[in-house]
């Protein structure tokens, strides 16, 4: 079994650090900037060097645009990413084979009184054809433990309600 960087390390000395750099630019100033709530366009891009740039706005509920990507869908995004490749390189290393992966995932926004809010809930409902129909359970074990290493789900304090369905081929 090949466990690689996935194994946990009590060692906290030979804990290992990446950096991650984006920078975020809000294009829609105008000529009047934020002079009132309605007078400035929610538009942003965000650049890694070295990639395409994502275009962003605000929810169209918050007066962005609908057909930009806002911030609330890019962490859903990167929570349903995060598990995804965790179970695929589970599974990898145990020896399922997975044929094909689809998440459908959503969160819920909560708003406060205040005008603030915070996700209160990720819902992650995963599919994944396995080529061996006896690799099922491992694959769910696999599908749990990715759960709970994901690197962004537990950088946050919003739950993630995960559950997965399996395709066999064999």
Not at 106 to 134: H, K, M, N, V
Request: net charge negative.
């Amino acid at each position: 079994m090949d466990t690689g960087w996935m194994e946990n390390t009590t060692d906290m000395a030979m804990q290992t650090v990446h950096e991650y750099r984006a920078h975020i630019t809000w294009l829609g100033a105008g000529s009047a900037g934020t002079e009132t709530y309605s007078s400035y366009d929610r538009a942003w891009c965000a650049e890694v060097e070295g990639k395409a740039p994502l275009a962003g706005s605000a929810d169209a509920v918050f007066r962005g645009d609908p057909t930009a990507w806002n911030p609330e869908e890019c962490l859903l995004t990167a929570v349903s990413a995060c598990h995804m490749l965790f179970f695929l390189a589970l599974c990898a290393r145990e020896g399922v084979r997975v044929l094909a992966y689809t998440d459908v995932a959503r969160a819920e926004l909560a708003l406060d009184a205040g005008g603030g809010g915070a996700l209160r809930i990720i819902i992650l409902r995963s599919l994944a054809q396995l080529a061996t129909a006896a690799d099922a359970a491992t694959a769910k074990a696999l599908y749990e433990r990715a759960g709970q290493r994901c690197f962004i789900a537990r950088s946050l304090a919003t739950p993630v309600d995960h559950t997965i369905e399996f395709e066999a081929l064999g």
